[in-house]
């Protein structure tokens, strides 16, 4: 258990440079490992807050054991109603979201982010790695491994990759600067899938917007796979939601290049620092196909794993 000094020091954060906020609902066997490690980083100057759905697992008494944290536990209508709440609460200068079952694997994750973020005006958001846990505990595999080898691109030239692949950013390690997600996260007032699938609407408007990513090639954090996860639960209405993001994706690739669209970049304060010009359109449309042909998952995967899953597609 990480208390005594960890909850002294973290209460005495008078003004965080990060907000970590975590939203919760009946899932209090997995929450004191994933305060733990938020509580584990190096970086100091941080707060972490949670916000309860009301549970009624024992998750208000395990709250109660860190005093550091900064929580509330009530009703909520719907999960992006319990991330509006964790924005409103949020008071650091970038902001990282940890989900309930989730946590952090690299101690120094909060430092890197930070230091990319505060010396790049152009970058809006850093990630990096995610790890699979499983119910138990266990580390399991590593996602998207191919970018060890094969970094992805940098900033802008991300976004020919993105409108490629519809690629979204890991949810459980990216930080990203406050006023760029509280602009932009979803809300009660949102379409359909973007509440539905609340962060893939994010990573839709921050990519629209012409927000630039910076990618950190470490294994920041954990994400838990476990029975009762939102994902297996909501998967009739998720499905049907990361269908309309991966279609307006391409939707707003092909106004681009038909010049319907004009796409504008933006730094971290949401200024205008450029766009793409018609005369870079040939150029937007080789990227995009090399980066769908050289990145393909027939060409990623290792040919005894493809033949596992064309068999398991062929039986199941």
């Known amino acids: 258990m990480m208390q005594g000094k960890v909850g002294e020091d973290l209460r ?32 100091r ?12 697992d024992g998750t208000v008494e395990i709250l109660k054991e860190f005093p550091h944290l900064r929580w509330i536990s009530e009703r909520d209508d ?20 940890c989900c309930v079952s989730d946590g952090f694997l690299d101690l120094n994750w909060f430092n890197k982010c930070v230091d990319i973020l505060e010396k790049d005006d152009e ?41 490629a692949s519809g690629f979204p950013l890991p949810e459980g390690n990216y930080c990203v600067r406050s006023e760029v997600i509280k602009q932009w996260f979803p809300d009660g007032q949102s ?5 539905v699938c609340p962060h893939l609407g994010f ?5 629209t917007q012409g927000y630039n990513p910076y990618f950190i090639p470490a294994v920041a954090n954990f994400g838990r796979t476990h029975h009762d996860q939102r994902s297996q639960r909501l998967s009739n209405v998720e499905k049907p939601g990361q269908a309309a993001y991966f279609k307006a994706v391409k939707e707003y690739g092909k106004n681009i290049l038909n010049g319907s669209t004009v796409h504008q970049f933006r730094n971290g304060r949401s200024q205008v620092i450029g766009q793409i010009a018609p005369h870079e359109l040939s150029s937007l449309r080789r990227d995009i196909w090399r980066h769908r042909l050289l ?22």
């Open 12 to 43: 005495d954060v008078a003004q965080p440079m990060i907000s970590v906020v975590t939203p919760s609902l009946n899932h209090g066997r997995f929450l004191r490992q994933t305060i733990e490690s938020v509580a584990a980083q190096t970086f």
């Open 45 to 56: 100057s941080f707060e972490h807050i949670v916000v309860d759905g009301g549970s009624m």
């Open 78 to 97: 719907h999960v992006v109603e319990a991330y509006r709440k964790a924005l409103a609460m949020a008071r650091g200068r970038y902001i990282i979201q």
């Open 123 to 163: 970058v809006s958001l850093v990630w990096g790695f995610a790890q699979t846990m499983s119910e138990e505990g266990d580390l399991l595999n590593v996602s998207f491994q191919d970018f060890f080898a094969d970094p992805p691109p940098q900033k802008r030239d991300f976004f020919a990759f993105w409108l």
């Open 191 to 195: 379409s359909d899938w973007f509440r």
């Open 203 to 207: 990573m839709y408007k921050f990519f």
């Open 295 to 316: 990145r393909s998952r027939l060409l990623r995967v290792d040919p005894y794993a493809l033949a596992l899953k064309i068999k398991e597609r062929i039986f199941s």
